[in-house]
């Protein structure tokens, strides 16, 4: 007879790319009574936060805490920049870069889309000719999504650096590392971003809520041209405040603010470049194994040159509908939860049930992923989905090597 015993109690692993796992450390800074906001504790830790929110990002500049998800620090982005009228260039590859040229649309902006589809990064050669082309200088920024979420495509920002500048051509660069933040390599001064947008849910490890606009002495040169600035989204104030209610436009996200600080803690204590490497390892022992499984014929990653894969999320796809059918097992039975497919697909169709992602980004750690690796290889068993054997042995012989390295 078949055993159905339950395996599900015990703690459960949410591995979503976003909202991440998060430290006990940030969850036990969050557990306290509010604060005073007008004096005292609070507004004397604050004061400590864009220093070290710039050594994350990798830059001296500017940075401005908003009260949001990412999508309000996509329109605080564009709000600060861009004027009615203005264009904006909108490489694609995948759903969020579609996602924030929506938004500048609907702030009045002209997005010129530059689609690349769900499987390959920007070409920067087209990129450049048509900056090139644009000799009346219509286009003012180029907005850049890094690690693309729904497909786990990285684009390099260096290079979209590198393309503007071959095109002479004086758009700002804007870059979105809502996923990419703490997990994979970013320098915003060193790359020449001018703007750069996250949130605190992914790599920062601190419950959604709260988001970052940082930018540099380009862009706030743009910003003081523009007329008019949304009051509540104008950087000038939060990045600069006299007082302490401006740094947030009001009340400020108190119990957000202690995770955070617990959080960047945690990062500098591990030391930036070592998050990166462990980011890396760990997305390679991911890998390792999902090229075992998919001798099976099943599965597939949807990046296929591992140089343009995120080290946060892996974006996977099975026969429609077991993608959908691993996760819901995964969940019932082992208490792990995996991450939907994202624009791969559209929703309330059969395949869309032919696509997941895996989120290793921010707290997690080696134990973590072979836990996920070897949940989903129970899984496919489970469920007689056709795979490779060896997908554990293979991960681990990654995490073994690069300690023995
Ligand atoms: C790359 C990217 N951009 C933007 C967003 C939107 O952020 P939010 O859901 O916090 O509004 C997300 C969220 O997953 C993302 O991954």
Known sequence: MRDSVKLSAGRSYLAIPGPSVMPDQVLQAMHRAS??????????????LPEDLRRVARTKHHVAIYISNGHGAWEAALSNTLKEGDTVLVPASGSFAFGWGEMAAALGVTIELMDFGRQSPFDMARISERLKADTSHQIKAVLGVHVDTSTSIRNDLNALRAAIDAADHPALLMADCIASLGCDRFEMDDWGVDVMVTGCQKGLMVPAGISFVFFNDK???????????SRYWDWVPRANPEWFYQYFGGTAPTHHLYGLRAALDLIHAEGIEQVWSRHATLARAIWAACDQWSEGGALAMNVADPSLRSHAVTALRLPSPRATDLRGWLEENLGLTLGI??????????????????????????????????????????????HGAGALEAASKVLAGAQSA
Do not use: C, Q, S
Request: glycine fraction near 16%.
């Open 35 to 48: 604060p005073n906001i007008y004096a005292g504790e609070l507004v004397e830790m604050t004061d400590t």
């Open 219 to 229: 862009a706030a040169a743009v910003r003081a041209t523009l007329t008019r600035v």
């Open 341 to 386: 497919g994202l624009g791969m697909a559209p929703p309330n169709t059969p395949e869309w049930h032919g696509f997941f992602r895996l989120g290793h980004m921010g707290h997690v750690n080696g134990h973590m992923i072979l836990g996920l690796l070897g949940g989903i290889d129970t899984g496919l068993k489970a469920l007689n989905i056709p």
